[in-house]
């Protein structure tokens, strides 16, 4: 079986891709002239071993490169993704561990901050990911990320849900810069992108899941140093979070095309180039009139950004503890309440896990089939929990695995990715637009439906999961459809050229 493969001279040459990894023929050390061809072909040759572990069926050169790739920005994203869960959920731990009364919020404050949080996210969102496509996104992520740790700190000095409201905007606008961003940046093939999508997810679910863990340790500090144990919480939350955002300065790579990465080779960063260009994923360019008018009426944008409005809303109770509160109404203890909602955290982990590597393998690259799995079971939890007068056994089992929808977050980027990857800008602002439109929704949609002074039975929030549910399966094969549609024209117009 033959294969395209690109020399540094930038010539397509004819390969048998079984041979593909023997073509390594470098100069002396001491030439000045070398020829490098790089070892990675157009459609990987794969085999059972690739349903473990992608890199398996790939030549020794490609996986060299993407260990360190790997040890690097999958890393980096992760931790990155971590911290930014971390200081984003940790209101919510703070509130049911003694923040409500001591400052007092009985209202439904803590509607407020969650929204002041969305709002900052909201406007930072679009212009942070186009701006994205002009600067280093070695400099600007790693930037964003000190200012909304050095933020988080300040929270613990706050006496009234006033300068919390203010903390939580800014804190919002700093942290938009980087799911949306990562998911740009990520630099992957069709058949390694939602797994690393899906890890990379899945460290902001573990994030929330070490908040709960965390707030129950430091709750024992309350009185230290005149500090109550929530305002322990952000003090640490900090310590974690600002030598990772510092550290994104040394080690982020950037994109292929204008890295200067220390921990590349110029051989690598080549390879990186033109696995790129095998997936069609275009450079950066200018954006235009005609760019934007391409963009914006495509399909592309609103389906996909309806998909994720759909998702990010459908799941995690409006970003309300629901779980929590409704434990706290229940008489458990403070290590319970912030203890118990963390095994719903782990199974949604491990089902983000089950999910990539289904999509990757046994479904052959398709991102739909579990995104209907998603749907039917936000369904089936949040009908039962909409009737609530049900089975005590039963409700915690609908707590419990009620989360397991989130874990489709990596499948509809990667999804977004495949979709987009011939224009460079539509991808950045489709998949920006995609979370900023899910966020627009998650604004002002708990104000109406996950009313704090309703906790926990929160009757028309469960209803409204219910639809997005059902919205979810509906838009998924919408996609699917106008997708196989534009690949057949696309396949039709190459073989009449």
């Given at each position: 079986?033959?294969?395209?493969?690109?020399?540094?001279?930038?010539?397509?040459?004819?390969?048998?891709?079984?041979?593909?990894?023997?073509?390594?023929?470098?100069?002396?050390?001491?030439?000045?002239?070398?020829?490098?061809?790089?070892?990675?072909?157009?459609?990987?040759?794969?085999?059972?071993?690739?349903?473990?572990?992608?890199?398996?069926?790939?030549?020794?050169?490609?996986?060299?490169?993407?260990?360190?790739?790997?040890?690097?920005?999958?890393?980096?994203?992760?931790?990155?993704?971590?911290?930014?869960?971390?200081?984003?959920?940790?209101?919510?731990?703070?509130?049911?561990?003694?923040?409500?009364?001591?400052?007092?919020?009985?209202?439904?404050?803590?509607?407020?901050?969650?929204?002041?949080?969305?709002?900052?996210?909201?406007?930072?969102?679009?212009?942070?990911?186009?701006?994205?496509?002009?600067?280093?996104?070695?400099?600007?992520?790693?930037?964003?990320?000190?200012?909304?740790?050095?933020?988080?700190?300040?929270?613990?000095?706050?006496?009234?849900?006033?300068?919390?409201?203010?903390?939580?905007?800014?804190?919002?606008?700093?942290?938009?810069?980087?799911?949306?961003?990562?998911?740009?940046?990520?630099?992957?093939?069709?058949?390694?992108?939602?797994?690393?999508?899906?890890?990379?997810?899945?460290?902001?679910?573990?994030?929330?899941?070490?908040?709960?863990?965390?707030?129950?340790?430091?709750?024992?500090?309350?009185?230290?140093?005149?500090?109550?144990?929530?305002?322990?919480?952000?003090?640490?939350?900090?310590?974690?979070s600002l030598p990772i955002a510092i550290a994104g300065f040394f080690f982020f790579p950037d994109v292929p095309e204008i890295t200067k990465a220390w921990w590349l080779t110029k051989d690598e960063i080549e390879l990186a180039k033109t696995r790129m260009n095998?997936?069609?994923?275009?450079?950066?360019?200018?954006?235009?009139?005609?760019?934007?008018?391409?963009?914006?009426?495509?399909?592309?944008?609103?389906?996909?950004?309806?998909?994720?409005?759909?998702?990010?809303?459908?799941?995690?109770?409006?970003?309300?503890?629901?779980?929590?509160?409704?434990?706290?109404?229940?008489?458990?203890?403070?290590?319970?309440?912030?203890?118990?909602?963390?095994?719903?955290?782990?199974?949604?982990?491990?089902?983000?896990?089950?999910?990539?590597?289904?999509?990757?393998?046994?479904?052959?690259?398709?991102?739909?089939?579990?995104?209907?799995?998603?749907?039917?079971?936000?369904?089936?939890?949040?009908?039962?929990?909409?009737?609530?007068?049900?089975?005590?056994?039963?409700?915690?089992?609908?707590?419990?695995?009620?989360?397991?929808?989130?874990?489709?977050?990596?499948?509809?980027?990667?999804?977004?990715?495949?979709?987009?990857?011939?224009?460079?800008?539509?991808?950045?602002?489709?998949?920006?637009?995609?979370?900023?439109?899910?966020?627009?929704?998650?604004?002002?949609?708990?104000?109406?439906?996950?009313?704090?002074?309703?906790?926990?039975?929160?009757?028309?929030?469960?209803?409204?999961?219910?639809?997005?549910?059902?919205?979810?399966?509906?838009?998924?094969?919408?996609?699917?459809?106008?997708?196989?549609?534009?690949?057949?024209?696309?396949?039709?117009?190459?073989?009449?050229?």
């Open positions: 079986m033959t294969s395209k493969e690109i020399t540094s001279t930038g010539e397509p040459v004819e390969i048998d891709s079984d041979l593909a990894a023997e073509e390594f023929d470098r100069s002396d050390a001491d030439s000045t002239h070398t020829r490098f061809t790089l070892p990675v072909v157009e459609k990987p040759k794969q085999t059972w071993r690739s349903y473990f572990w992608d890199t398996f069926d790939k030549s020794p050169e490609e996986r060299q490169f993407l260990f360190k790739l790997d040890a690097v920005i999958l890393t980096f994203a992760s931790l990155g993704y971590f911290i930014k869960n971390l200081d984003q959920i940790n209101i919510n731990n703070a509130f049911v561990s003694g923040m409500k009364e001591d400052l007092g919020l009985y209202g439904n404050q803590l509607n407020y901050m969650t929204t002041c949080w969305t709002v900052g996210y909201v406007i930072g969102e679009i212009p942070s990911n186009m701006l994205l496509t002009k600067v280093r996104p070695s400099i600007w992520i790693p930037a964003c990320e000190v200012v909304w740790s050095v933020l988080t700190i300040l929270l613990s000095k706050c006496q009234t849900a006033e300068q919390i409201y203010v903390l939580r905007f800014f804190i919002g606008l700093a942290e938009s810069a980087f799911y949306p961003g990562m998911q740009y940046v990520i630099g992957n093939r069709k058949d390694e992108l939602a797994k690393r999508s899906c890890i990379f997810h899945a460290s902001g679910t573990i994030g929330g899941m070490f908040s709960g863990y965390l707030m129950s340790a430091v709750y024992t500090l309350g009185g230290t140093n005149g500090f109550r144990g929530w305002q322990w919480l952000f003090i640490i939350n900090s310590s974690i095998f997936e069609g994923r275009a450079n950066r360019g200018a954006y235009t009139k005609a760019k934007f008018r391409k963009i914006f009426t495509s399909w592309h944008i609103w389906t996909l950004t309806l998909l994720y409005i759909f998702f990010n809303n459908g799941v995690n109770y409006g970003s309300q503890p629901a779980f929590s509160l409704w434990l706290k109404q229940q008489g458990y203890s403070i290590t319970a309440i912030n203890s118990f909602p963390t095994i719903a955290s782990a199974i949604a982990v491990i089902f983000t896990y089950i999910y990539a590597w289904t999509s990757d393998s046994l479904f052959r690259g398709a991102r739909w089939p579990p995104m209907m799995f998603s749907g039917v079971v936000n369904i089936i939890t949040n009908t039962s929990l909409a009737v609530w007068d049900i089975p005590v056994g039963w409700k915690w089992a609908c707590y419990i695995v009620g989360l397991i929808g989130g874990g489709i977050s990596g499948l509809t980027f990667a999804w977004a990715h495949e979709i987009c990857s011939d224009d460079n800008e539509e991808r950045a602002l489709v998949v920006a637009t995609m979370n900023e439109m899910a966020y627009v929704v998650q604004a002002w949609l708990p104000l109406i439906v996950w009313q704090q002074v309703e906790a926990p039975q929160y009757h028309k929030g469960f209803i409204t999961m219910v639809f997005f549910g059902a919205g979810l399966i509906v838009t998924a094969l919408t996609i699917r459809f106008l997708h196989h549609r534009e690949l057949a024209k696309k396949a039709q117009s190459a073989s009449i050229e």
